[in-house]
């Protein structure tokens, strides 16, 4: 048994739809979640910003003492994880794996969108994934670089929100997908207008609950489960800690409290 907690980040607050979910498989796990709320959006930047911001947090993260880190950010996942594997010596989980995983036995036709960030995109990690396990498979992916900033101001069913994605998911839906991946945690918030759009013939696979159960099956092989909840979760944020309390304890849909401002920019970020 290990009593030490699980490391998680994101950008912002997307993270949290794969709290939830930990939540509900693991709920003696004690969370350390931070949040790069002063550096979101991620999309759009370079691969070099983000595999130096994985870097950071992780060594922050490992710092205060985690048994493992959950990578709770497609863009993250998709460009720095393969170098953070190598740089740390614990178990790092990211997104894109066990969610192609689920479209991949979800697929009736072969025929798989993704909606993602710009990063995520540009990357071809969940094209190349796909292929891997499905060669014939048929893909899709359309950048939504509106979606992160409108979620995180809480604008999840504003008509500004259903007018982006009327037009990012145009396109997906004219190629005739039976499956769409939300390839970015901020997606699942808006998971009941993307199906409205979408229509009932096409299911939507939301990652968070396949990491979830990929942390749970790591913990029990590694024997790395804690047998009671040994103290307070913690949140941690490098922007507003109360914009961020305010807004996750909505998307959560339990209190968030206590929120820390720490900024892991100017911090060494060496492996070991």
Not at 182 to 201: D, E, F, K, S, V
Request: glycine share 10%.
């Amino acid at each position: 048994m290990d009593a030490r907690p699980i490391g998680m980040y994101d950008s912002g607050v997307g993270g949290l739809t794969v709290l939830k979910e930990i939540y509900r498989e693991l709920p003696e796990e004690r969370i350390i979640y931070y949040g790069d709320t002063a550096r979101v959006p991620y999309g759009g930047r370079p691969a070099s910003e983000i595999k130096r911001f994985a870097r950071e947090i992780i060594s922050f993260l490992r710092a205060q003492g985690v048994k493992m880190v959950v990578v709770a950010c497609n863009t993250s996942s998709a460009l720095a994880l393969d170098e953070a594997r190598m740089l740390f010596k614990m178990p790092i989980l990211g997104m894109i794996e066990p969610g192609v995983r689920a479209a991949v036995k979800e697929s009736r036709r072969g025929r798989i969108g993704i909606i993602a960030t710009e990063g995520t995109v540009r990357s071809g990690a969940y094209e190349a994934a796909i292929r891997r396990l499905m060669p014939g498979a048929q893909v899709v992916s359309q950048a939504c670089p509106l979606l992160v900033p409108l979620v995180e101001a809480g604008k999840t069913d504003s008509p500004e929100t259903v007018a982006a994605l009327e037009g990012y998911l145009e396109g997906p839906r004219s190629f005739g997908v039976d499956t769409l991946i939300l390839g970015c945690t901020h997606y699942p918030y808006l998971t009941r207008t993307i199906r409205a759009i979408l229509g009932p013939g096409v299911s939507i696979v939301d990652p968070a609950r396949h990491v979830a159960l990929e942390v749970k099956e790591v913990l029990a092989r590694e024997n790395m489960m804690n047998p009671h909840k040994n103290g307070d979760d913690r949140f941690i944020v490098s922007g507003d800690p109360g914009e961020f309390a305010r807004l996750g304890s909505m998307l959560l849909g339990r209190h968030i409290a206590n929120v820390e401002q720490i900024s892991v920019e100017d911090r060494t970020a060496v492996g070991s």
